[in-house]
């Protein structure tokens, strides 16, 4: 069984920075694509970042200059940098690992709330 434990949710001013972690544990093989998603209240859930097992990143075009993806993949964990942040940034943040193992598949973390206040 993968799991998929994310941290470094908060609340932050408007300008502010915080970064996200998300740790695969389990029977791990490899990692494949890895990612971020967000979901605000009333809004369908939309992607933020990911990054392939060669490190090509792509971004949505509302976070890009300001957020980055990188990966430990020693530590099966990816990561996201989210600096300048504003208000439009809070939402429920969702990690994304697509996962080789014993039960191969894309996984889910538990999301966690990030709140950026004005």
């Known amino acids: 069984q993968v799991q998929l434990v994310e941290s470094g949710g908060g609340l932050v001013q408007a300008g502010g920075s915080l970064r996200l972690s998300c740790a695969a544990s389990g029977n791990i093989l490899r990692i494949n694509a890895m990612g971020w998603y967000r979901q605000a209240p009333g809004k369908q859930r939309e992607l933020v970042a990911g990054?392939?097992?060669?490190?090509?990143?792509n971004y949505a075009d509302s976070v890009k200059g300001r957020f980055t993806i990188f990966r430990d993949n020693t530590k099966n964990t990816v990561y996201l940098q989210m600096n300048s942040l504003k208000p439009e940034d809070t939402a429920v943040y969702y990690c994304n690992q697509d996962v080789v193992s014993g039960v191969s598949g894309t996984y889910w973390g538990q999301g966690t709330q990030v709140t950026v206040s004005s």
């Open positions: 990054i392939t097992s060669g490190g090509s990143t």
